[in-house]
Structures are given as C-alpha cells and as structure tokens.
C-alpha cells in the first residue's frame, strides 16, 4: 500500500472519488462480489446453447479463465449509476482485449463460434449492467432481510472521526446507524457546525453503549493517546461490541496490517467476529447442512433417548434453559432432561460427580453427551452453531464476567454444541476460576484463528472424545 503525503487529512480523503466498500457484513456485499463473473460467464452459456445448442467443452474452460481474471467483481452501488456503466464498459473492454490476445496467441479462438463471440462481446456487459440494476432495486429489500442497521457509537470528535461520519451519512446502502460521538472535550471546544450529537464523555462510555443498545464502536483517537486507547478497551472486555481503530493513516504507516474499511474509510478491526462476509455464509451454510444430515441419521436414536427419559423419572423430556447467545443476547437452548430439577433461576449449581440431582438415564446421557442432542435443533433455528464457545447459563455469565477479563468477548459469535475448549480438556464442571480462565482462554483462540478445517477437526476430535471422555458428569 503506498503512503499517502503528510499533508493529507482525512477529511481530504472523504471527499475524493474513489470505489466504497459496503462493509464486510453486508450483504450487498456478497452479491457485488459475484455479480460481474456470474453475468459474464451466464452470457456466454446462453449464446453458445442457442447458436449451437450445447455447451461444449472450450465454453467451459474459457469460462473458468473469465471467472480467473474477473473475480471479485466491484459494481459500484455506492457510486452514479451513469459512473457504473462507464465502469462496467472499460473493466469489460479490458477483460476481452486480454481474452482476445491470448486467444489469437494460442489459436485457440478457432475452436469458438464466431457469431457467439460476436454476439458475447456486446451480451456480455449489457448482462451485467441489467444484473447490477436489479440489484440496486433489490437492495433495500435486502437490506431489511438482514434486519436493522448495526448502531455505532465513535469515540473522538476530531478530523477523522468526522470525515468517517460524513462517510456514513452519505453511504445509501449501509448498515450502520451513527447514534452519536463520545469525547472528553466540551461541545464549546468541539465545532460548533457539526450535526453530530455529542453524547458525553469518556467516563460515560459504558453506560450509553447499555441504554442505546451501541454494537459498534469505532475509535478516532490520536496514536499519541495509547494510555487513553488501552484503558477504553480493557473496559469494553465487558461488552460485546465490534470494536474498530480509526487511524490517522497519513501520519504513520501500518507494518503488515489488513485494515478493512467503513463506507471507504480505512478502520482496523480490534474486536470483531470472525464470521463476517463470506465466511459467515459459509459458517451457516455448514451448520444448515451438517446439522439436517445429523438430525437425519439420528432421528431414531432420539426417540430412544425420549421415551427412556420419560419411563426413567417424572417431569419433562426436552429441559429448556436460558443462556447468553450472540452478542450477549438471552436465547433459548434444548437438552434432554437429566436431573430431577430443571433449574434456570439466578444462582444455579453446576454439576458435579456423585450429583444426587441427577437421574439414572441421565447420568448415561451426560457422561456420553448424548442430552446435548437436541441442540442441533438450535443451531437449524440459528440460535446456535455447530462449533463455537459453549454457552453458560445466565447467572453463570453474570458471576464471570466480574472474575475473567475478555470474559463477554466469547459472545462475539453464536455458542455451539461442541468447542475447540472442550476437545481440549475443558468439558464438563468448571470448579475453579483458573479451569473456567482456560476454557475462556481457548474459546478466544479459536475465535482469532477460525477457519472451517478447525471447524471439522473439533468434530472429530468431539466424536473421538465422546467415547472415552468421563469429565462431564
């Protein structure tokens, strides 16, 4: 990335034209992506099926070398639709010069139908513009399936903070809402021409992200204030907000850094999920799949395991329990009933080893894990996942959070079934802090270091465990 003058402020930088990301967890963004290789390579198919009634094997393979040198697409909805076909026509006429060059230089255009390409040359970017149209119609559409906009909060009234305000503010097709800024100095120091609310001071921080239900917050603090910048995240620990560093990236380089952007402004992320974009496509595309082939192939098992919790002691099959889901949102999870209470107050006991409370079916169905079947049930209705930080019961969190520091960063993503702590050594009852700091400990880790290999090693490595594991009791 080459350095921007000294001079330049990032105000300067908000003004200039330049293409506008939509955030990574967009989902504009997805569709932006595949929008142009999609409309490009579904053009030429159809041309080829109807000049020559097939698709023959060199479509095939031109159409990998198209989607190669086109993917990621960039539409540009941000952006003048008039600004968008001029781009969508000089990004294609550059792709088919370089086509046409290497077609002519291997010989290989003789194996194509002259009057598909023909046809292709001038098909090819009219897909495409009628493609990003009906995408941009489709757009607030989209938008609301995603639900509401995130709410984000930014700490410092300065330059960058600003500009990153207008950026926001004139993004169409954004899923923020700015609330506000949090800074120290008083609205009399601040400019007085700025129609951004100030909110109030530092020490004020965690209370406004409560009572306005913040789930963004961008920092926009000068580098000189490291103190400051390290004393606002070490409290923030205790939330689950996205965190973002605003950087006055004109004033130093950043050493092998990925920032992302925010409506264009460069941001760094500090404290996010991982499941953003695509991956998070991914991670629920797997959860759907994996869970409905395991809900298959263990439906009869299930009815086993519900009639002998039934005959094994009074009270209800299915236990339902509160827990602290994504974001530190209460959800609902499901577990066949292995005690003779079915506890979900304030103070709950974990359970321990000779517990009386636990029945005999279900000391067999915790010692093997099997009363967790149910929650792939859960993870179908997108409370849970397949994989991730197990959840803890409510008064469960509200007593560790207090105790471990990062504590609440776990709730960053959706809890699961199994987790990469508990396939090592942290499954079952927690009875000290320093056991409860090592299962937090590996559930940041896997959090940092996400990918869906991980994600199929811990299934695995969970089934291996499940038979020879006697900690959970």
Known sequence: MSRAPLGLSAAALSKRSKPVSLGTDNLLSFFETFIGPSSFILSLWGLAYYYEGAIQSPYLILSILVFALSFPGHTKLQSVFF??????????????????????????????????????????????????????????ALLKLQGPPRRALIVGMNEQGLALATRIGDAPYSRLELVGFVDNRSSERLKPASPHQLLGNLEQLLGLILRERIQIIYLSLPMTSQPRILHILEELKDTTVSIYFVPDMFVTDLIQSHPDSVCGMPVISVCESPFQGIDGVIKRLSDIVLSLLILIMIFPLLLVIAVAVKIGSAGPVIFKQRRCGEDGKEIVIYKFRSMSVTEDGD????????????????????????????????????????????????????????LIKGYMVRHKVKPGITGWAQVNGYRGETRTLDKMQGRIDYDLDYLRNWSLQLDLLIILKTVRLLLKDQKAY
């Not at 067999?364 to 079947?373: G, N």
Request: aromatic residues 10%; charged residues 15%; hydrophobic residues 50%.
């Open 347 to 402: 103070t709950i006991e974990q359970a321990k080893q000779n517990d009386a409370r636990v029945t005999r079916v279900g000391a067999f169905l915790r010692r093997t894990s099997l009363d967790e079947l149910p929650q792939f049930i859960n993870v179908l209705q997108g409370r849970m996942s397949i994989v991730g930080p197990r959840p803890h019961a409510i008064a469960h969190n509200e007593l560790y959070r207090k």
């Open 83 to 140: 600004s968008e076909v001029f781009h969508i026509v000089m990004n294609w006429a550059w792709l088919a010069g370089m086509l046409l060059i290497i077609g002519f230089a291997s010989g290989y255009i003789h194996d194509f139908s002259k009057p598909v390409l023909y046809a292709w040359l001038w098909v090819a970017p009219l897909t495409k513009i009628g493609a990003c149209l009906v995408l941009r119609g489709a757009a607030p």
